[in-house]
């Protein structure tokens, strides 16, 4: 049995984490929730069948037996409330980014090891069957040597859409930091480009403020009145990667891109190139490659049968939920004793190249990376 708290029951907590997460008869006990808008964790726990509810997380952590902590709060609270839930002796995943900084990354690396705790971050891209199809795919040479990728990190940002509570905290630097969508969106092309291609050598930036006020219209929860707001972040910027042996990459995070109509990654090898549709999951390919040739040359890939049903499970109300695939997971991690893909010890990385993502952005100058990915 794995009882399970969440940490903050906001937007993402309701749309991806605690639906169908109290489910007894898979193992799983929604133990607690807890957020310092209390009516919004009573509302979850109505809701999501949470058996009890906090306004104070140091108060849940003291008083419930947990064996899993979701930290589900806004960008700059992931950090101070994880070195809580592990200093509690909880094992324990945190939306991204954990930290901004390698150096308090890495300090909640340790307080990990020292209780004997994992430490699981978002995104969860290495843990989903197409990306580790890609990958194999890389890995195997489909391409030849890879040279150059580009990827799509992007949208129009959060005032366009529907969230559950107030989005305005994306476009404050107080409250998200200086260069919000490198963190809320580029993460998961690091996450995602690191994953496959290994660590990144040195990182340059350009980012700016392009759009100055932002209007957030739509929000569900009830007593929600429309405003403007001035835009305190850099709200627009890319990235330039190298990875080292000639392979250089480039990474827009922006809030800036409305509309497009490009895939969201494109790899560019000696002997072919593919390109992913994250938004379709649609892998197109071209090789010269034995058997990774096609008649036709340009060509959608089939995908293995369990890799379709996978992922057409992950998104929306189907199942397995975000919640429950990350509970999953954990589980077999305390099975097995293997190391989890999205253990601490690679969010570290793509931390660092954030980190100095901002470093380049202050001395307008490339920045070497220190951490590598474990092998
Ligand atoms: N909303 C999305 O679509 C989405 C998607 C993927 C990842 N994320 C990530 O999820 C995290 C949360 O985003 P969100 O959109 O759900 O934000 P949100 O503002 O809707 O929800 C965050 C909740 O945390 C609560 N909270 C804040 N500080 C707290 C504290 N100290 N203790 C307890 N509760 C606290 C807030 O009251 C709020 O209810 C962010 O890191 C974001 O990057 C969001």
């Known amino acids: 049995m794995v009882r399970v708290g969440v ?29 310092i808008a209390k009516e919004r964790a009573e509302k979850a726990a109505k809701d999501f069948g949470a058996q009890a509810v ?11 037996e947990l064996d899993f902590v979701f ?25 991204k980014p954990l930290t901004l900084s390698l150096k308090e990354a890495d300090e909640l690396a340790e307080i990990a090891e020292r209780n004997k705790v994992l430490l699981l971050c978002a995104p969860i891209y290495p843990l989903l069957p197409i990306v580790q199809f890609i990958r194999q795919l890389i890995v195997n040479n489909a391409l030849g040597k890879v040279a150059f990728v580009r990827a799509h990190s992007s ?14 905290s994306y476009f404050l630097s107080e409250k998200s930091g200086p260069y919000v969508p490198l963190y809320d969106m580029g993460v998961y092309a690091l996450t995602f480009l690191t994953f496959v ?21 739509k929000v569900v929860e009830q007593g929600f009145i429309p405003y403007t707001i001035k835009v305190t972040t850099k709200d627009n910027g890319f990235l330039l990667l190298d990875f080292g042996d000639g392979c250089f990459g480039c990474v827009d995070a922006s ?6 109509r490009v895939p969201s990654y494109e790899f560019y090898g000696s002997h ?8 379709q999951n649609e892998i197109w390919l071209v090789s010269d490659v034995e058997g990774y040739k096609h008649p036709e040359g340009w060509h959608k890939v089939e995908l293995p049968k369990e890799i379709q049903e996978g992922e057409r499970e992950l998104w929306g109300q189907r199942r397995p939920t975000m919640g429950q695939r990350v509970v999953e997971h954990f589980r077999q991690c305390l099975q097995t004793g293997k190391q989890s893909p999205i253990h601490v010890s690679r969010a570290r990385h793509v931390i660092e190249v954030m980190e100095k993502a901002l470093m380049s952005l202050e001395t307008l100058q490339v920045q070497k990376l220190e951490s590598e990915l474990p092998k």
């Open 155 to 168: 949208h129009g940002g959060p005032d366009r859409g529907t969230f559950y509570t107030d989005p305005s």
């Open 71 to 95: 930290v589900l709060t806004p960008l700059l609270t992931h950090a101070s409330l994880t070195r809580q839930v592990l200093e509690a002796g909880r094992h324990c995943y945190s939306e």
């Open 272 to 279: 072919g190139s593919l390109t992913f549709d994250s938004w």
């Open 197 to 217: 291609l290994g660590s990144v050598k040195r990182v340059f930036a350009m980012a700016g403020t392009a759009i100055s006020e932002r209007r957030i219209e």
């Open 54 to 64: 906090y306004n104070d997380p140091k108060l849940m952590l003291e008083r419930e």
């Open 255 to 260: 809030f800036c891109m409305r509309y497009n």
């Open 7 to 35: 940490i903050g029951t906001g937007d993402v907590a309701r749309k991806s984490y605690l639906p169908g997460l109290h489910d007894p008869e898979s193992g799983i006990i929604l133990q607690a929730v807890c957020d």
